[in-house]
C-alpha cells in the first residue's frame, strides 16, 4: 500500500517529512510531490484524480496560508485525505487549521494538528490497517514502544525523586 504525502510549497518539506517518516518507520510505502492548489491548480486535480489508479489509499496533504490544497484533493478523490495545517505567516497556522478543518459536508478532510505531519502518518497507518494485518501489528508495536519509552522515562525520574529525599531533603 502506498500513501500519498503533497505540500503546497517546498517551505513545507521539513515539516511535511515527518509525514513519510513515520509511514516509513510503519513499513507503508509513500510517494511524495510539490503541488500547490493556487499556483498549479491543474497538477493538484490531476494527482487527486489519478490517484486510486496509481494505487494510493489515502493522501496525506499539508499546506499553510489559505490552506485549500488537502480540500482540492478530497474534492477529486474518495480516498481518505488527511490534512497538516502548516504553521505560518502572522497567525502561526490558526488560518490554515481553519481552511483546512472547515470543509463542506460530504467532502471531508481529516485534520491533524498544526505542523502535526507525524501524526497524519500514523492516522494513514491505522486507516491501512483496517485492511491490513501486518501494519496492524506494526502499529501495535509502534504504540507498544511509545509506552515502553515512558516508563523507562518514569523509571528514571522516580529514581531521581528518590535520591533527593533519601539525602535528606525536606520540603
Known sequence: M????????????????????ALSELGIGYEVRVI???????????YARGAEERGLCAIIAGAG??????????AYTVL???????????MGGFDALCSTVMMPSGVPVATVAIDGAANAGVLAAQIIALSDPRV?????EYRRSMAEKVRQVDAGVQAQAQAKTAGGAVD
Not at 36 to 45: C, F, G, I, N, Q
Open 2 to 21: 502506498t500513501v500519498g504525502v503533497v505540500m503546497g510549497s517546498q517551505s513545507d518539506l521539513a515539516k511535511m517529512s515527518k509525514a513519510w517518516e
Open 36 to 46: 500547490s492548489a493556487h499556483r498549479t491548480p491543474d497538477e493538484a486535480v490531476a
Open 65 to 74: 496560508g489559505a490552506a485549500h490544497l488537502a480540500g482540492v484533493m478530497a
Open 80 to 90: 481518505p485525505v488527511i490534512g497538516v495545517p502548516i504553521a505560518s505567516g502572522a
Open 136 to 140: 496492524r501489528e506494526r502499529l501495535t
